[in-house]
């Protein structure tokens, strides 16, 4: 039975999000994809889609609305991805009681400001040049274990290197199985 994955974009959604298509290639033959967007979710229409109008946008109950639906919609436990605020709204919608299998945070802004962790088991992914990214004694005061990558920013999840890492510890974590790094390679578009 194919096990079933929910991805959560970043704070762009489909919009600037072409890079997703390459997750959604390499894992669409591996799991049953539900995808949201993360605007969508928050119900976002912003007439002028600046980073900062968007950020505003989300600050100001974009993410607790997204929470919400995202708890209406998904009551099948699942594995979930999400990137940046997509992140931070399913760690969120977490501690509130999704059914999450195991989440796999990649980037997941505001995070860093909670005082408690959901009791799922979880991954965290992070750039080392990423200035949202929480501290290491938010780490440590929380029990929580992050793996930095050094040389990445904010956006590393948009790389290709990153989306074959990423997409190879989910399948593996996932199916048990271990998929050769050339098999993953011939996926590619």
Partial sequence: MTQRLVIVSDMWGAKKGLWITSYLGYLQQYFDITFYDSQQLANL?????????????????????????????????????????????????????????????ISATR?????????????????????????????????????????YGHTLYEDEKIIKKVCLSLLKEVTNITIPQQSLEKKVV
């Avoid at 009551?75 to 605020?85: D, G, V």
């Avoid at 799922?120 to 750039?127: A, I, N």
């Fill in 111 to 151: 995070i860093r400001l909670d005082n408690d962790k959901p009791n799922v088991p979880f991954s965290l992914l992070y750039g080392g040049k990423d200035s949202n990214r929480p501290s290491e004694v938010w780490a440590s005061n929380l029990g929580v274990e992050m793996e930095v990558l050094p040389n």
């Fill in 45 to 105: 229409d912003l007439a002028v889609q600046t980073e900062e109008n968007v950020h505003e946008a989300f600050l100001n109950g974009g993410i607790d609305t997204a929470v919400s639906h995202l708890l209406k919609k998904e009551k099948t436990p699942s594995y979930y991805l999400a990137f940046s605020t997509g992140g931070t709204i399913v760690w969120n919608a977490a501690k509130k009681g999704l059914p999450v299998k195991s989440l796999y945070c």
